[in-house]
T-cell receptor
Framework: NAGVTQTPKFRVLKTGQSMTLLCAQDMNHEYMYWYRQDPGMGLRLIHY???????AKGEVPDGYNVSRLKKQNFLLGLESAAPSQTSVYFCASRTDRTHDKNYGYTFGSGTRLTVV | AQSVSQHNHHVILSEAASLELGCNYS??????LFWYVQYPGQHLQLLLKYFSGDPLVKGIKGFEAEFIKSKFSFNLRKPSVQWSDTAEYFC????????????FGPGTRLSVLP
């Protein structure tokens, strides 16, 4: 089925370790986003991309890096994980065509990350 | 940048009760508004959206929302809830900043008792 695929679904890291979360979409969407979801805080934007080869900082970018080398993939990296980065991470993508009947975010299923 | 507030943190209803969840956004102009639902352990799914036109928007699963420009509000309603509506509900507004991302409210948890 078309949509947004995130890998891995679960991960436990030790403080200081690094990892990369992969987001892949097959809907030819221009815009892609990484959010983190924490209890009582809703979703907060980490980084985003408005097209292949472009990335930009969101609301809470510290401690994260991203890359969008291919249009369909948006990678989120943690260089040195900290317990404060324990969270659920969601990737989302959307078309830039506001009249598209499916306009809106399509979310991946999330990655639950625990840093100990 | 926009901000979104949701009136209730946790709402508990019995089946067949009516539901209204409040949502307010911070400033006017042209706004695109959304309601998303997150069932336990799942990702967010779009319930409905408003871009322009009729301020009463109908979505999936019997949900509707009313856009009231003068009140900066976009409240979600359902006449009769079911146990399967137990979920977390997020209101969102498209922001001009950050790649026109969606700014989400903190969410309202709905528990429907059978």
């Amino acid at each position: 089925n078309a949509g947004v695929t995130q890998t891995p679904k679960f991960r436990v890291l030790k403080t200081g370790q690094s990892m990369t979360l992969l987001c892949a979409q097959d809907m030819n969407h221009e815009y892609m986003y990484w959010y983190r979801q924490d209890p009582g805080m809703g979703l907060r934007l980490i980084h985003y991309s408005v097209g292949e080869g472009t990335t930009a900082k969101g609301e809470v970018p510290d401690g994260y890096n991203v890359s969008r080398l291919k249009k369909q993939n948006f990678l989120l990296g943690l260089e040195s994980a900290a317990p404060s980065q324990t969270s659920v991470y969601f990737c989302a993508s959307r078309t830039d065509r506001t009249h598209d009947k499916n306009y809106g975010y399509t979310f991946g299923s999330g990655t639950r990350l625990t840093v100990v | 940048a926009q901000s979104v507030s949701q009136h209730n943190h946790h709402v508990i209803l019995s089946e067949a009760a009516s539901l209204e969840l409040g949502c307010n956004y911070s400033y006017g102009g042209t706004v695109n508004l959304f309601w998303y639902v997150q069932y336990p352990g799942q990702h967010l799914q779009l319930l409905l959206k408003y871009f322009s036109g009729d301020p009463l928007v109908k979505g999936i699963k019997g949900f509707e929302a009313e856009f009231i420009k003068s009140k900066f509000s976009f409240n979600l309603r359902k006449p009769s809830v079911q146990w399967s509506d137990t979920a977390e509900y997020f209101c969102a507004v498209m922001d001009d900043n950050y790649g026109q991302n969606f700014v989400f409210g903190p969410g309202t948890r709905l528990s429907v008792l059978p």
